[in-house]
């Protein structure tokens, strides 16, 4: 349901395209805006979460985006989609910080990474699986369709999040946490998690710079090397198959090793795998498994950036460190699409799009690294 949600706006870019006659530069806006709003969501939900709970703030978050993506299915204007994707955008970003937490907080330590990989395995499925019924939708009823399903769903799932309990930890511990309540942005950069902090926000930043410029523009790069949209965007919505797979994969490893050298390993395949998709169009076969495999590295590492994340930050700031770290990585998934806008629009050809595509992957390898020899420093003092 928030992963078709989030993912909407890729799923309809080319027919947008196509039905408004419009460039990809001037869509770009659009694609960026919901983004801006996830960046604002995350970063003012998550601390909410901390303070009044985070069943309160999901559930208003989840009534917020399916409410806005009603409303959008009736817009027929570039200005009006941007001002409601904007507005969408902030039940989308505060209803992740404070599930990631939720999560992180209702498994056992032991299987801690693989309740809240699981969780992103429904987001990266929700998105992969509205990549195929987006295309009949489109084909049938129009781009509208899209955004009446993905406003319906988190209408009918807010009711029975009603039955969702309260996390136990979050509620036992607030009255030995009550000043990091207050403030809770502060709890990041105290008791030696400064460098922690400033290093995810890193890796976050440039790891969804890359997934999102690949979300916004795969399928649209891959229609202009001559495939059909419908055959476009299934092809596409492999990439979030791959991530789905991922979830799957992953959460045991991370559970076992609690490494950030695990999570560099992935970011390094992504950035290999992100280069590939340029050399591989020869055919549908090869391109569609290179999508694949660069969707496995790509969301995969930012799923086991999230569960890591929640892992690196008590209870009492738990979900305003998620929070924050999504959020400024919220500021590199509107990079994303800006920036691939602009470079589709100089003509680099896909060989050189994609080289600069692996280039954040790679960076946020770098950051895995240094988070994981400050893992190291702290357990030393």
């Given at each position: ?86 507005l969408t955008g902030f039940g989308l970003g505060g209803a992740?910080?404070?599930?990631t937490a939720l999560t992180a907080e209702s498994m056992p ?273």
């Amino acid at each position: 349901m928030d992963g078709f949600d989030a993912q909407a706006m890729g799923f309809v870019a080319p027919a947008l395209l196509q039905q408004w006659h419009i460039s990809r530069v001037a869509l770009s806006p659009v694609l960026s805006s919901g983004l801006v709003g996830m960046l604002i969501g995350a970063l003012a939900f998550g601390p909410l979460g901390d303070r009044i709970g985070r069943k309160r703030v999901l559930l208003l978050c989840t009534l917020w985006f399916g409410a806005g993506s009603l409303l959008t299915a009736r817009v027929n204007s570039v200005e009006a989609m941007l001002w409601l994707r904007l507005l969408t955008g902030f039940g989308l970003g505060g209803a992740m910080p404070n599930a990631t937490a939720l999560t992180a907080e209702s498994m056992p330590r032991r299987l801690r990474a693989t309740g809240v990989m699981l969780m992103f395995f429904g987001f990266s499925m929700g998105a992969a699986i509205g990549g195929f019924v987006a295309a009949g939708i489109i084909n049938r009823y129009g781009w509208p369709g899209v955004f009446v399903v993905g406003g319906l769903l988190p209408l009918i799932v807010a009711a029975l999040l009603l039955a969702l309990p309260e996390s136990v930890a979050l509620v036992g511990g607030r009255k030995l946490d009550e000043s990091n309540a207050r403030f809770p942005v502060s709890g990041l950069f105290t008791e030696g998690r400064a460098r922690t902090t400033l290093l995810l926000w890193i890796m976050f930043f440039m790891s969804l710079l890359d997934l999102y410029f690949l979300n916004s523009w795969l399928p649209t790069v891959i229609h202009d090397a001559g495939v059909a949209v419908e055959r476009a965007i299934a092809i596409t919505a492999m990439f979030q198959v791959g991530g789905a797979a991922a979830a799957i994969v992953l959460g045991r490893v991370v559970d076992r090793q609690r490494s950030y050298g695990i999570l560099a390993w992935v970011y390094l395949g992504a950035a290999v795998c992100v280069f590939l998709i340029g050399f591989v169009s020869a055919t549908i076969a090869v391109e569609t498994a290179a999508v694949f495999a660069a969707g496995f590295c790509v969301i995969g590492g930012q799923t086991c950036s999230n569960s890591l994340a929640a892992e690196s930050y008590p209870t009492a700031v738990r979900s305003t460190g998620v929070g924050w770290a999504l959020g400024i990585g919220r500021i590199g998934s509107i990079v994303g699409p800006v920036l691939g806008g602009a470079l589709l629009s100089l003509d680099w050809g896909m060989r050189r799009v994609f080289l600069a595509a692996a280039a954040p992957a790679l960076i946020a390898a770098l950051a895995a690294i240094g988070l994981g020899h400050a893992k190291r420093i702290s357990y030393e003092n």
